[in-house]
């Protein structure tokens, strides 16, 4: 099964506010909308593991972080991003990080 952090993205609610209008609609059942939203998990996981070679340096205070499922949280405060030449200064980010590496549970196909 593939993370489900995406769903909250600009795209993963543009998708889910139109799967529920098609469901609303009777165009869909709701098993459908939920293996759509499954494969988009996939697809976007997938996708930004293979496709994505951008890197960018971070730095800045450690607010808290915690360590829960196999999942680790992080807030930083005072944060500076670093691309090459661009430099982007916030106040405060959280950022969620989740093991890539696929388990032989996670290797079924669909």
Request: proline fraction near 1%; include cysteine.
């Amino acid at each position: 099964m593939a993370y489900q952090l995406y769903r909250n993205t600009t795209l993963g609610n543009s998708l889910q506010e139109s799967l529920d209008e098609l469901i609303q609609t009777q165009q869909i059942t709701p098993q459908l909308a939920l293996q759509v939203l499954l494969q988009f998990d996939k697809a976007i996981n997938t996708a930004l593991a293979n496709r994505v070679r951008n890197r960018v340096n971070f730095k800045g205070s450690l607010n808290t972080y915690r360590f829960c499922d196999n999942v680790w949280t992080f807030v930083l405060n005072d944060v500076e991003f670093r691309e090459v030449t661009d430099l982007v200064k916030v106040d405060k980010v959280k950022i969620v990080a989740c093991d890539g590496k696929k388990t032989a549970f996670e290797t079924d196909v669909v």
